[in-house]
RNA sequence: GCCGGAGUGGCGGAAUGGUAGACGCGCUCGACUCAAAAUCGAGUUUCGAAAGAGGUGGAGGUUCGAGUCCUCUCUCCGGCACCA
């Protein structure tokens, strides 16, 4: 027998197959339905890591099944390609980012080749392709034009030494990762992207999605819709008001302070007459050094009181103090919030460090935010009043004191009433925030914008894009966008523009590329159209796309409010695209943590496949758990050796392949396993239709003869997830044509079943006996079984059966 | 902190509310071999000689029966808007 020699199959085959052209997709094929199966195309890191082939070998898995199945599948790839890393290159190495990432998406082409996928190239998309990025461009414009972008100044993390723009994780304690200076929020004006106008149709459409619930609650709480009141506060003694957003205007008479952002637009004004006005200053100085989410994170709260101001609570006319907090933030709701101790965890936390007032409102729905309870239970506990069910209740004219039941009316209707009783509005409020896009980075798209020479932005017109990146620019940070530097973009924007005209010098932010690149495999040479209307009407919407968890409320969110921001504009057809999304989990290193070169766990795929096939890596990472999942998997040595001694053992299995119809229980455990696998591959559950083929082999190994007929079954199932080895036994057991474009087996009903199966017997719910009966033996019959088997009769002896349970064809239950 | 997820043998995991641990790895013993590797066979949740009892992060609850459902809780992982 000739022995398993994964080098020579798996070259053998990648070139037929690309030399046939069997993975080019057509965009019609008669009598098939088309079926995109999509995954989240990768950034030319420069190297194909073990991630990257749990990312796309196994998905492969389910598009090749589908293909099989008689679909017209499209498994497209790509290069996510402007970014970061290139320019960090640029300037560390000096490395042209253009250069760099061209040589990172060749290499790592090849070794996604290596995987044996059924990637159509014809397809490829690269997001750093002026042809590309010519559409990234247009849609910008096409988003100026319908109000979907404008330009807002908003605060950024700044550091002063290196002069650039951080992201949140760059800073660590208020300072720069990188040199250690203070980093400062600074104000910067940016390109904005209106997504908040779609974030009603963005939670609202989940309803009709096929996802699991749990991306789309992660969705939910993204954009954080909720709906309150927004009511004012007078300031003792002044016109100023306080318009403070809440959800719970419930308990406005549990109102002992009020809190402003140290960014309110008020605390300038009424700053100005209290004592303690230096104190004031710098906190607010302080509050600037820290980023948002240090602002929310588990530190003792801190805040400063303005002394002397005090706002009126509108329900009962009372005073209450006035304080600025960094818990409370400026971009949410109103920045400025009414603080009720009792029934709000935050607030009740700052109330206790402070020493203010705690006043309960006490109502049979009225809910105590996560105060804990022994203050919720302990009125002694509180300073104050309390504020009982019988000091107010509601009657069609607005709130009356001391008579009536306030547990009538639902903490809602509560809400409503008070809030039309204070003059307030019901409002809905957004976590969401509007999509800043500008970077002041070289390597992205170039925002196509520039300015006359008033200073007014104009969008550049259609013929003129792709508007290029520049070349002749210095990498060095200087505080200013690299472009700022280009000679060539300020000298080609005078000569089409006009003298004194300038370019924009910021670029996009990179998710604008990945939040539309699927249209583009649909029809990736078009010059006239980003995609042509035909072929979203072929393809679209897709049917699967799958990613990594990381991406759940940022790209996966994104890509949905460009769809439907297009379709808005009339450019697509769809307001969802993605029917199914999954999202997976990540491979961790042999040790259980994240690979990374410092922990020294990193697991080269490259020597891998060198040592033991594709075929095994695969089908090793399919193996590992079921797919679909975002639980994380750690990387098993021998585990990927077993997986290989599986394959080996299927190779070997040839020897017993006989052209005969000679069968022993064959057709029953084949059967059982075509549906198993099938199933199971339906389900992402590639391991446990892994496993199912095992069982069938293990079987098989211990019969003299397997027939042919059953065996090509078996490569059948077998060869999504093994291409190369299936295609090379199929070819050996005399077939011409390639066996991935072979049917999927089909199985037969009726010889899924066993005629004899085992019925558990339990007595009071502890198995005490096993029986073996006909699959379709009657209840009563069963039962007499039970009760007069000879390892029941002494549990039950002396004994009174209180009832017996049958559950068909699994157990008895007998209740003592 | 907020949002989302996950905890089952030595390990990865399996299990429509119905025999917990399928399948694989590892390990133990045996066969083959001068020997080793490879391969094949048997065994492998814990305690116990056995009968039996315990056991799915922890504490309660619902049920004839709970890994699965409910309440509370602990730990770990992902995301938090300029990494992609």
Redesign the pocket.
């Known amino acids: 027998m000739n022995p398993y020699n994964h080098k020579d199959i798996e070259q053998k085959w990648q070139k037929d197959w690309e030399e046939k052209g069997i993975y080019k997709v057509s965009d019609e094929v008669p009598g098939k339905e088309n079926y995109m199966a999509l995954v989240e195309f990768s ?1 030319p890191s420069g190297n194909l890591h073990v991630g990257h082939w749990y990312a796309f070998a196994v998905p492969d898995i389910f598009a090749r099944y589908k293909r099989m199945q008689g679909y017209n599948v499209m498994y497209p790839m790509g290069f ?1 390609a402007f ?3 290139a320019e960090n290159a640029a300037i560390k190495l000096g490395r042209d980012p253009k250069v760099w990432t061209y040589e990172h998406m060749e290499t790592m082409r090849n070794q996604l080749r290596s995987m044996g996928a059924m990637f159509d190239w014809s397809r490829e998309v690269v997001s750093c392709d002026p042809a590309y990025y010519k559409w990234t461009q247009w849609m910008f414009t096409e988003f100026l034009k319908n109000d979907l972008a404008y330009r807002a100044m908003t605060k ?2 700044w550091c002063p030494k290196d002069m650039t ?6 800073v660590h304690d208020g300072k720069c990762e990188r040199c250690g200076s203070e980093v400062v929020q600074k104000d ?1 004006a ?1 390109w904005m992207l209106r997504i908040t106008k779609y974030a009603d149709a963005l939670i609202d459409d989940l309803k009709e999605l096929n996802w699991p ?2 991306i789309k ?2 969705q939910k ?2 954009i954080g819709r909720s709906e309150g009141s927004e009511i004012e506060f007078q300031i003792k003694d002044s016109e100023a008001k306080i318009k403070v957003f809440t959800t719970r205007a419930d308990t406005l008479f549990g109102v002992t302070y009020v809190v402003l952002a140290p960014e309110h637009p008020l605390v300038e004004v009424l700053s100005l007459n209290v004592k303690n006005q230096a104190d004031i200053f710098s906190y607010i100085d302080e509050s600037k050094k820290k980023s ?2 240090d602002r ?3 530190k003792e709260k801190t805040g400063v009181r303005l002394e002397g101001v005090f706002a009126i609570n509108p329900a009962n006319g009372e005073d209450v103090p006035v304080w600025i907090a960094d818990y409370v933030l400026a971009g949410y709701g109103t920045g400025a919030v009414m603080a009720v101790p009792a029934h709000d965890e935050r607030d009740f936390e700052f109330a206790r460090k402070y020493n203010l007032s705690i006043k309960r409102v006490i109502g049979g729905n009225t809910n105590h935010g996560n105060v804990p309870t022994e203050y919720r239970n302990d009125p002694s506990h509180y300073l104050k009043n309390i504020v009982t069910a019988k000091d107010f209740c509601f009657t069609e004219d607005g709130p009356l004191m001391n008579s009536g039941d306030f547990n009538n009316i639902s903490s809602q209707e509560a809400r409503t009433k008070i809030t039309e009783f204070v003059g307030g509005k019901l409002v809905k409020t957004y ?3 509007d ?2 896009i ?3 980075r070289y390597w992205g798209v170039p925002i196509p914008i520039v300015y006359d020479p008033e200073g007014n932005a104009h969008p550049i017109p259609k013929e003129h894009l792709p508007w290029l990146l520049p070349t002749d620019v210095d990498h060095t940070p200087d505080g200013t966008s690299p472009l700022a530097r280009s000679k060539e973009l300020f000298e080609r924007t005078e000569k089409i523009f006009g003298a004194g005209w300038k370019p924009e010098v910021e670029t996009m ?3 604008v590329d ?1 939040s539309w690149y699927f249209y583009r495999y649909l029809d990736p040479k078009n010059t006239e159209a980003f995609c042509d209307k035909e072929k979203m009407n072929k393809w679209l919407p897709i049917d699967l796309y799958m990613g990594g ?3 759940t ?2 790209h996966v969110l994104y890509s949905r409010f460009w769809t439907k921001a297009l379709k808005d504009i009339g450019l697509v057809n769809n307001t969802e695209e993605f029917i199914i999304r999954r999202n997976r989990g ?1 491979i961790l290193g042999p040790d259980g943590n ?1 690979m990374s070169k410092s922990k020294g766990n990193v697991i080269d795929p490259d020597e891998i496949v060198q040592l033991l096939g594709a075929d095994t890596v695969r089908m090793y990472l399919a ?4 797919y679909g ?6 990387w ?1 040595p ?2 990927v ?3 290989r ?2 394959l ?2 299927v190779w070997r299995l040839k020897e017993k392949v006989k052209d005969v119809n000679y069968q022993t229980k064959t057709p029953v455990l084949l059967h059982k396993t075509i549906e198993k696998v099938s199933e199971d591959i339906e389900k992402f ?1 590639f ?2 239709a ?2 199912g083929m ?2 069938l082999l ?1 079987f098989w ?2 019969e003299e003869v397997v027939p042919i007929y059953s065996y090509k079954i078996f490569l059948q199932l077998l060869a999504p997830f093994a291409p190369h080895m299936t295609e090379q036994l199929w070819h050996e057991l005399g077939e011409s044509s390639s066996i991935h474009l072979s049917t999927w087996p089909k199985y037969d009903e009726s010889l899924t079943q066993d005629d004899e199966i ?1 019925v ?1 017997v ?1 007595i ?4 005490r006996a ?1 029986l073996l009966v006909p699959v379709d033996i009657e209840e009563a019959e069963v039962i007499k079984l039970a009760v007069t088997n000879e390892k029941i009769l002494p549990w039950i002896e002396s004994k009174e059966i209180k009832k017996t ?1 049958y ?1 068909k064809g ?2 008895v ?1 007998i ?1 003592l």
Do not use: C
């Open positions: 950034y996510d970014g970061l890393p950024v993390n723009v951080l992201a949140n994780e760059q910067q940016q619930e749990e609650s992660a709480n993204w948002e989410l929310q994170q588990n976590r969401l925030r999509w800043g500008s970077r002041q932010d990179t998710f990945s968890a990381e991406h409320t940022m990540l994240k193996f590992m758990g079921p999942v975002t639980t994380n998997y750690p098993d021998n585990g050796v077993g997986v001694r599986f080996e053992r559950k391991n446990t892994i496993s095992m069982i293990n190994e211990k085992t558990v339990q009071n719910g502890k198995v096993e349970i559950v699994k157990l239950s209740v």
